[in-house]
C-alpha cells in the first residue's frame, strides 16, 4: 500500500471508524485513539487490501482493539457530558428543564444494552441507513431493524418512567 491509497484510505473512514468506537465506548479520546490505532494496524501489515471488503475489516479491527481495552479497564461511560445547546437565550425554568431532559436521555442511554445503543446512534446521530449499518457492524439488515426497534421501546419507556 503506497502512502497515497493509505491517506485515501484514512480520509474516507476515520470518522466513521471513531464514531463507531465513540458509540460503542461514550468517550471520544479513546475512540480517537482506537481509531488511530486501527489505521496503525492497517499501515503495519502493509498488504494490499480488498476495496469492497475495506470498511468490513476496519471495523473488525476497532472491534476487536476496543474489546481488548474494555477488558483491561471496564471503565463507565458517559454520553454528550460536553454538548451544550445552540446558545438561544432561554428562561431559567427552560435551562432547568432541558438539563433534567438531558440527564434523563443520557442515563437511559448508559443503561441501554451496547448493540441497541450502537444500532440506535449510528442511525440517529450518523444518519445511516439500515443497510449501511448492518455492513458496518457485520449483522443483517433484520438485525438492525430489531435493535432499533428494540433501542427506540427503551427510550420510550426510560423516558416516560422519568417524567
Same mark, same amino acid.
Given at each position: 500500500?503506497?502512502?497515497? %491509497?493509505? +491517506?485515501?484510505?484514512?480520509?474516507?473512514?476515520?470518522?466513521? &471508524?471513531? $464514531?463507531? =468506537? !465513540?458509540?460503542?465506548? @461514550?468517550?471520544? %479520546?479513546?475512540?480517537?485513539?482506537?481509531?488511530?490505532?486501527?489505521?496503525? +494496524?492497517?499501515?503495519?501489515? $502493509? $498488504?494490499?487490501?480488498?476495496?469492497?471488503? &475495506?470498511? @468490513?475489516?476496519?471495523?473488525?479491527?476497532? *472491534?476487536?482493539?476496543?474489546?481488548?481495552?474494555?477488558? #483491561? %479497564?471496564?471503565?463507565?461511560?458517559?454520553? !454528550? +457530558?460536553?454538548?451544550?445547546?445552540?446558545?438561544?437565550?432561554?428562561?431559567?425554568?427552560?435551562?432547568? &428543564? !432541558? @438539563?433534567?431532559?438531558?440527564?434523563?436521555? *443520557? *442515563?437511559?442511554?448508559?443503561?441501554?444494552?451496547?448493540?441497541?445503543?450502537?444500532?440506535?446512534?449510528? /442511525?440517529?446521530?450518523?444518519?445511516?441507513?439500515? /443497510? %449501511?449499518?448492518?455492513? =458496518?457492524? @457485520?449483522?443483517?439488515? +433484520?438485525?438492525?431493524?430489531?435493535?432499533? #426497534?428494540?433501542?427506540?421501546?427503551?427510550?420510550?419507556?426510560?423516558? #416516560?418512567? *422519568?417524567?
Amino acid at each position: 500500500m503506497t502512502k497515497e %491509497e493509505f +491517506k485515501k484510505l484514512f480520509d474516507e473512514h476515520f470518522s466513521q &471508524v471513531r $464514531n463507531y =468506537m !465513540f458509540y460503542r465506548s @461514550g468517550d471520544t %479520546e479513546l475512540a480517537t485513539d482506537i481509531a488511530q490505532e486501527t489505521f496503525l +494496524k492497517i499501515w503495519e501489515k $502493509n $498488504n494490499k487490501i480488498d476495496d469492497a471488503r &475495506v470498511k @468490513g475489516l476496519l471495523f473488525k479491527i476497532a *472491534n476487536n482493539l476496543f474489546v481488548s481495552y474494555y477488558r #483491561k %479497564e471496564k471503565r463507565s461511560f458517559e454520553f !454528550f +457530558k460536553h454538548y451544550e445547546p445552540d446558545g438561544k437565550s432561554r428562561t431559567p425554568e427552560e435551562d432547568l &428543564v !432541558f @438539563g433534567q431532559l438531558k440527564e434523563t436521555y *443520557n *442515563n437511559a442511554l448508559q443503561r441501554m444494552p451496547e448493540k441497541q445503543r450502537t444500532v440506535f446512534l449510528m /442511525s440517529r446521530v450518523d444518519q445511516l441507513t439500515y /443497510s %449501511e449499518i448492518a455492513e =458496518m457492524i @457485520g449483522v443483517s439488515v +433484520k438485525a438492525v431493524e430489531k435493535r432499533m #426497534k428494540l433501542a427506540l421501546h427503551f427510550l420510550r419507556t426510560s423516558l #416516560k418512567t *422519568n417524567e
